[in-house]
T-cell receptor
């Protein structure tokens, strides 16, 4: 079975540019999460969706960040305009609903470098 | 609020050494506790979990016991291997599940042959 698929794996961009990260959750999973990992802050939850609806976006750092989930098999995290402090690894994760036991299934991450 | 504190790394051990990575937590109610592992270049994956006091989670030779009296969930392994080199994260969730997993800072473990 395919796991959570993220793209791109690596992105290098210049300050001010728009960045779009993509995620395909595991089929049948009702929850989708976006996390950010940095050396300074560790792993931070940015936002999560349930059945394509954003439930909690309190972790989104500021208005430059936005996330969408137009359907059950696709989500995007957009940063516009990007800044050097946005450099991090961004993880997408998903989990089922009815059997939710606290286990998240993570993608391999998208490493973003903003110059 | 809910929080998790892990021992700071990095931790470097020789193969076959005994491993302990400390984890303590602060939480309201009765959280579930987890250890996740992140191998180089990969996402996190669940290693083990415990959902109530005195439960012991185990997997791949690793163990952790949910100690409510000391609010701890220390990770142990009796004999580590080079392949155990990874970053280990302690985490907790409220009783509702994974929606609000709170992770510790992670502990980088390196095992030398």
């Amino acid at each position: 079975d395919a796991g959570v698929i993220q793209s791109p794996r690596h992105e290098v961009t210049e300050m001010g540019q728009e960045v779009t990260l993509r995620c395909k959750p595991i089929s049948g999973h009702d929850y989708l999460f976006w996390y950010r990992q940095t050396m300074m802050r560790g792993l931070e939850l940015l936002i999560y969706f349930n059945n394509n609806v954003p439930i909690d976006d309190s972790g989104m750092p500021e208005d430059r960040f936005s996330a969408k989930m137009p359907n059950a098999s696709f989500s995007t995290l957009k940063i516009q305009p990007s800044e050097p402090r946005d450099s991090a690894v961004y993880f997408c994760a998903s989990c089922p609903d009815s059997t939710n036991t606290g286990e998240l299934f993570f993608g391999e991450g998208s490493r973003l470098t903003v110059l | 609020g809910n929080s998790v504190t892990q021992m700071e790394g990095p931790v470097t051990l020789s193969e076959e050494a005994f491993l302990t990575i400390n984890c303590t937590y602060t939480a309201t109610g009765y959280p579930s506790l987890f250890w996740y592992v992140q191998y180089p270049g990969e996402g996190l994956q669940l290693l083990l979990k415990a959902t109530k006091a005195d439960d012991k989670g185990s997997n791949k030779g690793f163990e952790a016991t949910y100690r409510k009296e000391t609010t701890s969930f220390h990770l142990e392994k009796g004999s580590v291997q080079v392949s155990d080199s990874a970053v280990y994260f302690c985490a907790l969730s409220r009783i509702q599940g994974a929606q609000k997993l709170v992770f510790g800072q992670g502990t980088r473990l390196t095992i030398n042959p």
